[in-house]
């Protein structure tokens, strides 16, 4: 697409479409309006509806500048069937010159019921002649920045319309198949983009203004279509790589299923399935499993190990934190040392926390594949660890790693020729539709129920000034024999945020509860100190943990079913969800108080509803997306994915089920239209993503 310096504008208006996002024509063309106002039409006075943009015209019959209750304009317009007030708050010297009586003017604004009789407040008012022409098409209002007004954009838009129609028009030629665009019902690309820009004075004004007009729907349509193209290239292109194929033997996954205290939920059979199927495949695996927290995810990666292992290929977990990282070793060795060690087979920790010898013995065992297992944070992934021959990848709470550090996991295969499978696990659930958008180049698994007998944690909002209640409670659940966290946002104090730290927490606790074990776990702390303290705390040495948002992730801890969280109107709701599940673990009903700190922020209010009223973090992630939009809620996903501007994911469910079927039809049938439409909407500014 040509860009913007081609086509003739100043300078200062060029940078101020790119601070629009414009930066090509097409971009120009794609700048849809934002409403549009009606000047095809003039209403008589006396008829005029109230509390609607219209026009009238009509002869200024007095003009003055009256100074009570303020200074103002007010003039009285007059047009035979009745008369109407104009009233400026602020205007020139020149306006009042403009505006003398015997003029003739054309107002459009919003007609209200005022002091003196119906008025307008700050219309557009213009200066014209008898019969002056009206408009032939509704008047497009634009999306501006400052300096640059709705005006501008509308003639420049015109003017390359215009242009693009004369010259047999490039950038507005149909890249798709009409049969396909018959069956959608969908109009032509290039009328579309015109009606939206200039849609006819009798154009149905509800369907334009929510966006359901057929025209909207061909531009969300395409977008959602170009979206997912460039995705579907991506997993197409990942599947033809060769990945190891490891069969489901049944042995060892049988024996780690036969030694468990519980049985699968039917939602873990399912994944489980989903999995063994793709590992045996030919091409890498490349699934995400999306399960609420606490649904039971790591078992299920140990199938998956277990599986890798029986085809002689190692696999490699690599979690967010230390914290997490230690717990999954201490975990899956319990469950799959004794599978491993009878072949002579170990599981290797690397971590932070290690001494250098002990860390050499745990790379060369990795490297001479005595290590079938390795597990760490992403350290698992530098360039000193070498794996003999990698099978599996699996990625715990996929979310909190970047783009980069899921790429270099791949190139840690056995072999230049062997791509390792990939299993990413996330317990930030995404909404469906989210997910068949932006996550439209993984295959994705779901863990759709809880284990049993979870009975749903009991949340209570306290507001700070009652502090005092929530202390003895967690007195009393502790003398009773249980363990609670106390969660405080940060651990230095910070004036700004006035938020309790962790350490004066600690501080003050210990004085108040003298009796209780109470233990301290924070970022900052020396590696070994946070792994002891959290052994204590799960052999139930320490009675209250305070710690900060360090555990948010994956701790697993059964015997803990109460949790305070301080300021818990600072928090977003993945992250309230998140800690939430650390408590009732256990069959064991768990409780959770959330501290708040008034006065909240409607928005602040609104999360804390949100978390408060829901457990199932579904509905939570559904809200979350509400009160945040996609861009913010996908977060670091976000880099790559092509993000939407026109389709609303809730309201145009119907187009991208559409669009989902069409991408995979073009790719197949029809990949010079599927190559024209990528270059169309996604060009050079397309960004693949590579993991
Ligand atoms: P997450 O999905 O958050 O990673 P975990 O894998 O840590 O959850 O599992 C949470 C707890 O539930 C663990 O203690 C685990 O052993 C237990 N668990 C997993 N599956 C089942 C099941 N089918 N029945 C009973 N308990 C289970
Ligand atoms: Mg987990």
């Known amino acids: 697409m040509p860009p913007l310096t081609q086509f003739p504008i100043s300078k200062v208006v060029e940078e101020k479409l790119i601070k629009l996002g414009i930066t090509d024509e097409f971009d120009l063309l794609m700048h849809l309006p934002l409403r549009y106002e009606d000047e095809t039409h003039l209403y008589p006075i006396n008829d005029v509806p109230l509390s609607r943009i219209v026009q009238i015209e009509g002869i200024i019959c007095r003009s003055e500048i009256i100074y009570r209750p303020r200074r103002q304009l007010v003039c009285q317009v007059e047009d035979g069937s009745g008369v109407l007030f104009m009233r400026f708050l602020n205007f020139y010297g020149s306006q009042v010159k403009a505006y003398s009586p015997g003029t003739r003017v054309r107002l459009l604004g919003e007609a209200r019921p005022g002091f003196f009789g119906t008025e307008m407040v700050h219309p557009k008012c213009r200066v014209v002649r008898e019969q002056e022409p009206l408009a032939d098409a509704l008047t497009p209002v634009y999306s501006t920045t400052a300096g640059l007004s709705s005006e501008t954009i509308r003639k420049l838009i015109r003017g390359m319309l215009g242009r693009t129609l004369s010259n047999g028009d490039p950038h507005l030629a149909e890249t798709l198949p009409d049969p396909i665009l018959e069956r959608l019902e969908l109009p032509g690309f290039r009328n579309s983009v015109i009606f939206l820009h200039q849609p006819s004075a009798d154009a149905p004004a509800a369907l334009l203004e929510r966006r359901t007009h057929p025209a909207w729907r061909r531009i969300k349509f395409d977008e959602l279509l170009a979206q997912q193209l460039s995705m579907r290239m991506h997993y197409r292109r990942r599947r033809s790589g060769s990945a190891p194929v490891l069969l489901a033997r049944n042995q060892l996954t049988n024996m780690l299923l036969e030694s468990l205290p519980f049985e699968l939920t039917g939602g873990q059979k399912k994944v489980v399935f989903e999995i063994s199927r793709d590992l045996a495949a030919t091409h890498p695996m490349q699934r995400l499993l999306q399960g609420d927290v606490a649904s039971g995810k790591t078992v ?38 004794p599978l491993l060690a009878p072949l002579g087979a170990t599981i290797a920790w690397v971590s932070g926390n290690q001494k250098k010898k002990q860390r050499e013995i745990m790379l060369a065992n990795i490297a001479e594949g005595r290590a079938m297992l390795a597990i760490g944070t992403h350290a698992l992934f530098q360039e000193q660890v070498e794996f003999n021959k990698l099978g599996l990848v699996i990625i715990d709470e996929q979310h909190r790693f970047g783009v980069h550090q899921r790429l270099s996991l791949r190139k840690k295969g056995s072999g230049a020729f062997e791509t390792p499978h990939q299993l990413m696990m996330s317990a930030t659930p995404i909404p469906r539709t989210l997910s068949m958008s932006y996550y439209a ?127 818990a109107e600072r928090m977003g709701l993945a992250q309230l969800h998140q800690l939430r599940g650390r408590v009732g673990r256990s069959g064991a009903s768990g409780t959770c108080i959330l501290l708040y700190q008034k006065p909240l922020s409607e928005n602040a209010r609104e999360r804390l509803k949100v978390i408060f009223e829901h457990t199932d973090g579904f509905e939570i992630a559904r809200q979350d997306l509400r009160l945040r939009g996609p861009g913010e809620f996908l977060g670091s996903r976000q880099s790559g994915v092509p993000m939407l501007r026109f389709a609303d994911l809730e309201q145009d469910m119907d187009l991208l089920d559409a669009a989902r079927a069409v991408a995979e039809d073009l790719l197949c049938n029809h990949p010079e239209a599927a190559r024209k439409h990528l270059e169309r909407w996604l060009g050079r500014k397309s960004e693949y993503l590579q993991v």
């Open 300 to 337: 299920v990666a140990a199938l998956a190990v277990l599986q890798a292992v029986e085809n002689n290929y190692q696999a490699a977990l690599m979690a967010p934190t230390e914290i997490l990282s230690e717990q999954h070793y201490q975990k899956l060795s319990a469950w799959l040392a």
């Open 441 to 567: 180049d993984l295959d994705v698994s779901v863990i759709d129920e809880m284990p049993p007998g979870r009975i749903p944690v009991v949340t209570r909002l306290v507001a700070d000034i009652r502090r005092d209640e929530v202390t003895s409670r967690v007195q009393d659940a502790c003398r009773a024999g249980k363990q609670a966290y106390w969660v405080c946002p940060l651990i230095e104090e910070s004036e700004a945020l006035q938020l309790k730290t962790a350490l004066e927490t600690r501080e003050r606790l210990s004085l108040t509860f003298p009796d209780l074990k109470i233990g301290l776990v924070h970022g900052r702390l020396p590696l070994r100190e946070k792994s002891a303290v959290m052994e204590s705390f799960t052999r139930g040495e320490i009675q209250l943990l305070v710690a900060t948002t360090v555990i948010e992730v994956g701790v697993d801890v059964p015997n803990a079913s109460l949790m305070v969280i301080e300021h």
